[in-house]
């Protein structure tokens, strides 16, 4: 499974209420959220993602609230992938949960610059900079965490499995 797009950068700390403002909680229909997604902190981003561009941050992202909604945002706003130095623990869970791919490693969540063009191998963990022609190893996804990605989330993967019994 790989993710191909272009960066959108943020600081440390990036809590879920700046991610999707409480004001918005009142509907879980993952378009609107999209429509709101990173408001409070870079208005513009509604604006200049497309599907498949990769959010990368510092340290302790999606901290905060425990709320489904912030991972829910980012995947329907289009971004394939989140990376981070650090996740807050119930964000990191909430996005697998939901089929969010996210992948730590601390140099590229440092190395990398909004604009860049940058490719992920979860297979491998592998992160390549295209713009830099630089590669970082973050951590590969488990085998059982490809699958839930792969089908969309924690909920289809369970029926895929009740499925096939």
Do not use: W
């Not at 879920?16 to 999209?34: C, F, G, H």
């Not at 999606?62 to 989140?82: L, N, T, Y």
């Not at 996210?102 to 992920?120: F, L, Q, W, Y």
């Amino acid at each position: 499974m790989k993710s191909h797009g272009i960066v959108h950068k943020y600081g440390d700390n990036v809590d879920t209420d700046v991610i999707i403002p409480a004001r918005y909680l009142n509907s879980s229909d993952p378009k609107e959220l999209a429509k709101k997604c990173m408001e409070d902190i870079d208005k513009e981003f509604v604006n200049r993602v497309n599907l498949g561009d990769i959010m990368v941050a510092n340290k302790n992202f999606g901290c905060g609230s425990s709320r489904e909604h912030a991972p829910i945002a980012i995947k329907a706003s289009g971004i394939s992938c989140v990376i981070a130095e650090t996740f807050a623990r119930i964000f990191y869970r909430n996005a697998i949960n939901i089929g969010l791919p996210i992948i730590e490693c601390k140099e590229a969540a440092r190395d990398i610059d909004a604009g860049n063009e940058v490719e992920i191998d979860f297979d491998s963990g592998i992160i390549t900079n295209l713009t830099k022609g630089t590669s970082y190893q973050g951590q590969a996804f488990p085998e059982f965490m490809q699958k839930i990605m792969k089908a969309d989330g924690l909920i289809n993967y369970i029926n895929e499995q009740l499925e096939a019994v």
